[in-house]
């Protein structure tokens, strides 16, 4: 049997029917896992479910807002009558909608992002990754960005949701061990998907952005989801509390 192998494993993908979330969600399910796609479009994480489930993989979807703790309370029910517990969890919704200096950064703004992108992190730990804790095991992987690691322009609020997501991946890492739970994180760079599309499509920023990347490109989001399937499998057996960059070289500069 091949380490990165996941069958009977149950894994839980937030914002897991689009972008980078659809991707690792789908490559969790090629490598074996059952998947639980959760997010707050039905229509987009039906899509998922159904290519998964044309490939021959195993996959359900469940709605909820990570901001809102009482959906996240709920899908912990639900996954544990309909699954009895959980294997992998992935913290992968995110939202980036405010690109602009501090001055005209309202406080609205900065609420919204560290509701999803941190707190949104802090709710499905503590009621989602708790559930490993009966299991004796499990491996929790946290979605972040290069923006938890260098500062970027105009982006206040979004990095510091993923510093914040940074920092709670190392705590809980020391935290959760003694239950055999690991914790990473995964620090993408500049991807294509419908987060980042205004920024790569954009005729001054996203030249600008290239300049930046060794590699002389973005990342596609069917190349970059290998690094969940690596850190949510027995591959990374003795791997936690580390952050993965996956950048193109970025960080590396």
């Known amino acids: 049997m091949s380490s990165f192998d996941l069958t009977g494993k149950i894994a839980m993908v937030t914002g897991g029917g689009r972008g980078i979330g659809r991707a690792i969600s789908e490559a969790l399910a090629a490598s074996g896992a059952t998947v639980v796609v959760c997010g707050r479009t039905t229509a987009s994480m039906q899509e998922t479910v159904d290519v998964i ?3 021959g993989g195993r996959a359900a979807h469940m709605l909820a807002d990570v ?3 009482a959906d ?8 544990t009558a309909q699954y009895g517990g959980l294997d992998i969890l992935v913290n992968n919704a995110g939202i980036d909608p405010h690109y602009a200096s501090m001055e005209k950064t309202e406080r609205s703004d900065w609420d919204q992002i560290i509701g999803v992108n941190l707190t949104g992190v802090f709710n499905c730990c503590r009621h989602l990754g708790a559930l490993m804790i009966a299991r004796k095991g499990g491996s929790i992987i946290n979605i972040s960005s290069i923006a938890g690691h260098i500062g970027l322009k105009r982006q206040v ?4 949701s993923k510093g914040g997501v940074e920092q709670l991946t190392k705590s809980l890492a020391h935290d959760w061990a003694e239950h055999g739970i ?4 995964i620090a993408y760079g500049f991807v294509e998907t419908d987060l980042t599309a205004n920024m790569v499509a954009h005729p001054h920023i996203g030249p600008r952005l290239l300049a930046r990347i060794p590699m002389g490109r973005f990342g596609r989001a069917d190349e970059v989801h290998g690094a969940a399937v690596f850190l949510a499998s027995s591959a990374s057996s003795y791997v936690t509390g580390h952050s993965l960059m996956v950048d193109g070289g970025w960080t590396a500069a």
């Open 157 to 160: 609020p979004y990095g510091a």
């Open 72 to 79: 996240v309370i709920r899908l912990r029910e639900q996954v």
């Open 67 to 69: 901001s809102n703790e």
């Open 53 to 55: 489930g044309q490939r």
């Open 182 to 185: 690991r914790v990473n994180a």
